[in-house]
């Protein structure tokens, strides 16, 4: 076959993998030069402690599965199986960490609840003060801002693999084509539309009720720490966001223990992994409500800052980098992402939401699967 894929973020350039892996040839549009959009504005985890059960969790699994198996084919992607830690500082939250170890599937997420002594001899950099932590063997990460580009390499050594960026698909030609801005008009025997959080356009020509909204969130990256951060590290608001937490024990956390005012204004969450180089990326918000600001605030900045000194026990470097990110999230986030059926042979994927970096080789695999390439 000659599958066409329409964006180079993790979830096209994934299913860009899945097609040549498997005998095809792609041909691969991305509308910038190389991917600029949450793809590469992420923190790069492989997030599998906070999933929801059942398919999500599957899901999530066997991408954590498919990304070691590519790391080990593309060194350039940075995989490290680090692991997690989601501290806790009293009684309530270390409830409902407590809570997370008695799910039925909290074996396949590798969680283990540890005392403080515990989780700092996992993680040495962790010299505040904290109660205990959540540990997550099967979370890892990845690097986001050079993954893409190295998995492309990979995909030309193939031979089976073009690359066209800087061409933005402007319309479906019958069944298997599409017409780019050049007027170029490239040939297919399917078309997979990845188009991530650009939903306008030729996406809602196609698909004018889609069911996904955008998401907003603020991030930041740190100068080199000086000294390893062995695992990935959340705080105990993360337990808010995140499904796989749901329990009496966050319900009476969510009662008695009140977000900070930023925090809550800012629908935020401590997210932390170490770089390749040493920095650290910390996050993160979440803003629903389009139109976005084009400009940052300093408040959730000045709130992260203030949490993760009082885990590391120390100053943080300089902050280097400061950035904000739009990505695509199912209205029923129920879904791990939505997959529809435009025309004849062109399907659209996108909306895995904060999943996506996490999900992406699984969701791949799934959509080959089900089109029988």
Same mark, same amino acid.
């Given at each position: ?89 009293? %009684?309530? +939250?270390?409830? =409902? /960490?407590?809570? &997370? ?9 590798? !969680? @283990?609840? *540890? ?25 890892? %990460?990845? +690097?986001?801002? =050079? /993954?893409?580009? &190295? ?9 089976? !693999? @073009?690359? *066209? ?31 991530? /959080? ?176």
């Amino acid at each position: 076959m000659r599958v066409i894929v329409v964006g180079a973020g993790a979830l096209g350039t994934m299913h860009a993998w899945q097609a040549v892996q498997r005998g095809h040839e792609v041909l691969h549009i991305e509308r910038e030069a190389e991917a600029r959009g949450a793809s590469v504005r992420n923190f790069g985890q492989i997030w599998v402690s906070g999933r929801a059960g059942g398919e999500e969790l599957a899901t999530a699994l066997r991408a954590r599965e498919l990304w070691e198996a590519i790391g080990a084919d593309v060194p350039g992607i940075g995989f490290r199986a680090t692991g997690s830690l989601t501290v806790v500082k009293n %009684a309530a +939250e270390r409830a =409902v /960490a407590e809570a &997370a170890t008695r799910r039925p599937d909290a074996a396949a997420r590798g !969680y @283990r609840l *540890l005392d403080a002594a515990e989780a700092r001899a996992l993680n040495p950099a962790l010299r505040g003060e904290f109660a205990g932590a959540l540990w997550c063997e099967r979370d890892a %990460a990845v +690097e986001p801002r =050079v /993954a893409q580009r &190295a998995l492309k390499t990979a995909l030309l050594e193939s031979g089976r !693999y @073009r690359y *066209l960026g800087g061409r933005e698909v402007r319309e479906v030609v019958g069944d298997r084509a599409v017409r780019d801005d050049h007027g170029d008009v490239h040939h297919g025997d399917a078309v997979i539309l990845c188009t991530g /959080a650009w939903l306008g356009g030729l996406v809602r020509e196609l698909i004018p009720e889609l069911p996904v909204r955008r998401v907003r969130l603020q991030m930041m990256q740190t100068d080199p720490l000086g000294e390893p951060l062995t695992t990935s590290v959340a705080d105990a608001d993360s337990f808010r966001y995140y499904p796989a937490y749901r329990s009496d024990a966050l319900d009476a956390l969510n009662t008695g223990q009140a977000q900070t005012p930023t925090a809550a204004a800012h629908k935020m969450q401590l997210l932390m992994v170490q770089r390749a180089d040493g920095g650290l990326t910390i996050g993160d918000t979440h803003e629903y409500e389009a139109p976005f600001a084009f400009d940052t605030v300093e408040e959730p900045y000045e709130h992260l800052t203030g949490v993760v000194e009082s885990i590391l026990g120390r100053t943080l470097p300089r902050i280097r980098r400061r950035w904000a990110g739009v990505y695509a999230q199912c209205t029923d986030t129920s879904r791990v992402v939505h997959r529809q059926q435009a025309r004849d042979s062109v399907w659209l994927v996108t909306g895995p939401g904060g999943r996506g970096m996490t999900c992406s080789p699984a969701i791949a695999e799934t959509t080959a699967n089900e089109l029988n390439w």
